[in-house]
C-alpha cells in the first residue's frame, strides 16, 4: 500500500472510531441522526488530522491526539453535567484559558490527580511518538493536506447554514439531536451572529418616573447564596442568618429563578443587570460577556447614570475574569473596583472576605458628596471548591444543631459558615445605610445554588432557585413573599425604592 493509501486507511478507521466515540457524551447522541451533522462531524475530523499532520508529521500519534481531545472534552462534558447539570458547550472553551490563570477555581472538581496523570500521560505518549514512530516532510503530506483542508472546508460549507438548524439554546435537548462534535459547531456558528432584542422587552429603555428624592442603591450580588434552612433545617442553626431574618420583617424577601445551576455567575449578573430575559440571548445566554458588544442592551446601571446616579462595582477578584474588565462600562458603570483595591489582611480562606467587601463599599458610600449612588457589589468569599476548607469543632457547634454531620456531609458545614459571614455583610451595611444623609435601599441575592454534590446526595437536592431579599432604610410597603425570575429582580428594586415604571414591559 501506498503512503498515501495507509494514511487514508489510518484517517478512515480514526474517522469510525471518532463517530463511535461521539456516543459516550451524555445525553447519549440519538441514532439517525440528520445527514448535515455526518457532514459537520467528518468536516471537522479532515480539517483536525490535517492540522494534527501538520503539527506533528505523525500519523498515528495525530490520530490519538484527536481522539484524545475528543475523549477529554467528552469527559469534561460529562464531569460538568455531573456538577452543574449540563454538559460542556463551545463557549466553555474560555475556561480552558481560565483554568490555567485560575486554577483553583476549576482544577479541584476535575481532580489534582487526574490533571497531573493526564499531562504525565500525554507527555509519555508524545515521546514514544518521537522515538518510535517515523515522521514526514510537509513536502511529502502536501498533496494530503490539500486533500483533507478541501474536503473538510468543503463539508462544512455543504452542512446548511446555521440559520437552518434549528437550535433550541438548550444543551440538554441540542447535543442528543446534534451529536457531541456536530452540536459544539452549530453553537460556535451561532455565536457569530447578532440575537434581535425587541426595545419593548429592554425595561431599562422604557421611561420611568424616579422619586423626588433619589436614594442611595446597593446591590450584593452574593456568590452561591441561598437558604439552606428551607432543606436542611434539622441540621442547620436558624440564627445563621438571623440579619437576613430581620431585615426581611420590614422588607421583602422571596425565591430567585436563576439561570444556572453550581457556576457560571455572568448569567445571572446579566439578567439582574439587564432585565432581559435570557432565552432572547440566543447562545449569548451562557456566557454573555464574550461578545456583549454584539448584544448590548440597556441596563439598570446605564438609566441610573442617566439621572444623575454615581454607578460603581466592585468585585474582589480578577478584572479580567468573565472580561468584566470591558463589560462593566459597557454596562454603564462609571467605576470597577477589583482584587486590586484590598491587600492580603482581606482574605477570609482563599478569597477576599465579604467583611472586607462591605467595608468597601460603606468607604463609597461615606465618601460621597451630594450624588446618589449605585453600587453593584459582586462577593467572592463562598466560592469553592468547599471540600478544600475545614470547619473546627467549636465554629460546628455555633453554625449546626449537630456537630457531626451525616458521611460525605462536610462541606455543609464550610457553606454554612460562609452564609454566616454574608449575614454579617447585611448587619454591616445597615448599620451604614441608616446613618446616611439621604434614603437607602439594599437588595441581596444569590447569584446559584453551590457546589456540594455529596451533600445533596445524602440530604436531599435542592431546586435552582436561590433567595433574594429588598429592604429600604425608610421602610417598605409590606409585600408577601414573591417568587422573581433573575430578570426581573432590578425591576422589582426600582419600584419597591421608589421607581414607576411609566410603560409597558414585555415579560417573555
Not at 253 to 259: A, E, F, N
Request: with cysteine.
Amino acid at each position: 500500500m501506498t503512503a498515501d493509501g495507509s494514511l487514508a486507511a489510518l484517517f478512515a478507521v480514526g474517522l469510525l472510531l471518532s463517530l463511535a466515540l461521539d456516543y459516550a457524551a451524555r445525553p447519549r447522541p440519538q441514532r439517525g441522526r440528520a445527514f448535515s451533522n455526518i457532514l459537520i462531524h467528518t468536516g471537522i475530523w479532515c480539517l483536525g488530522f490535517a492540522l494534527e499532520l501538520v503539527l506533528f508529521q505523525r500519523p498515528w500519534f495525530g490520530l490519538f491526539n484527536l481522539l484524545g481531545l475528543q475523549l477529554l472534552l467528552i469527559i469534561i462534558s460529562n464531569m460538568k453535567r455531573h456538577y452543574l447539570r449540563e454538559p460542556f458547550f463551545y463557549t466553555d472553551t474560555e475556561y480552558f484559558f481560565d483554568a490555567i490563570k485560575h486554577p483553583r477555581l476549576y482544577i479541584p472538581f476535575f481532580g489534582v490527580l487526574n490533571t497531573v496523570l493526564g499531562f504525565a500521560a500525554y507527555g509519555v505518549a508524545a515521546v514514544l511518538a518521537y522515538v518510535f514512530e517515523p515522521g514526514y516532510s510537509l513536502l511529502a503530506l502536501g498533496w494530503v493536506l490539500l486533500g483533507l483542508i478541501g474536503v473538510g472546508a468543503a463539508l462544512l460549507y455543504m452542512a446548511r447554514p446555521v440559520e437552518r438548524a434549528d437550535l433550541h439554546f438548550i444543551p440538554e435537548a441540542d447535543l442528543p439531536r446534534f451529536g457531541f462534535i456536530p452540536y459544539l459547531w452549530r453553537y460556535a456558528q451561532a455565536e457569530q451572529h447578532k440575537p434581535l432584542i425587541p426595545p419593548a422587552a429592554q425595561p431599562f429603555a422604557q421611561s420611568w418616573q424616579p422619586p423626588a428624592v433619589l436614594p442611595h442603591m446597593v446591590m450584593l450580588q452574593a456568590e452561591s447564596f441561598f437558604d439552606p434552612r428551607r432543606y436542611y433545617g434539622e441540621l442547620v442553626r436558624a440564627e445563621v442568618l438571623q440579619h437576613f431574618d430581620a431585615l426581611a420583617v420590614s422588607g421583602q424577601r422571596g425565591l430567585l429563578q436563576v439561570p444556572s445551576w453550581g457556576a457560571n455567575t455572568v448569567r445571572t449578573e446579566y439578567a439582574v443587570l439587564s432585565g432581559v430575559a435570557p432565552a432572547l440571548l440566543g447562545v449569548h445566554q451562557f456566557n454573555p460577556y464574550r461578545r456583549l458588544a454584539m448584544h448590548q442592551v440597556t441596563s439598570v446601571a446605564q438609566y441610573l447614570r442617566s439621572i444623575g446616579y454615581k454607578t460603581i462595582c466592585i468585585h474582589p477578584y480578577a478584572a479580567s475574569f468573565y472580561r468584566r474588565d470591558k463589560a462593566m462600562p459597557m454596562l454603564g458603570f462609571d467605576e470597577f473596583i477589583d482584587i486590586s483595591a484590598f491587600s492580603a489582611a482581606d482574605y477570609f480562606g482563599a478569597y477576599v472576605s465579604d467583611q472586607a467587601l462591605g467595608q468597601k463599599v460603606i468607604e463609597q458610600l461615606q465618601a460621597t458628596s451630594s450624588q446618589p449612588l449605585f453600587i453593584y457589589a459582586i462577593t467572592m468569599e463562598n466560592h469553592g471548591p468547599l471540600h478544600w476548607e475545614t470547619v473546627s469543632t467549636s465554629e460546628r457547634e455555633a453554625l449546626l444543631k449537630q456537630v457531626d454531620l451525616p458521611k460525605g456531609c462536610d462541606d455543609l458545614a464550610a457553606y454554612v459558615r460562609h452564609i454566616q459571614h454574608t449575614d454579617q455583610l447585611l448587619a454591616q451595611l445597615r448599620s451604614c445605610l441608616t446613618t446616611l444623609d439621604r434614603p437607602a435601599g439594599l437588595c441581596l441575592f444569590g447569584d446559584h445554588v453551590p457546589i456540594m454534590s455529596s451533600v445533596y446526595k445524602q440530604l436531599g437536592e435542592p431546586e435552582r432557585a436561590t433567595d433574594y431579599l429588598l429592604w429600604h432604610s425608610q421602610g417598605l410597603q409590606h409585600q408577601p413573599s414573591a417568587e422573581l425570575a433573575a430578570k426581573e429582580l432590578s425591576i422589582q428594586a426600582l419600584q419597591a425604592f421608589g421607581f414607576k415604571c411609566l410603560t409597558n414591559i414585555t415579560i417573555v
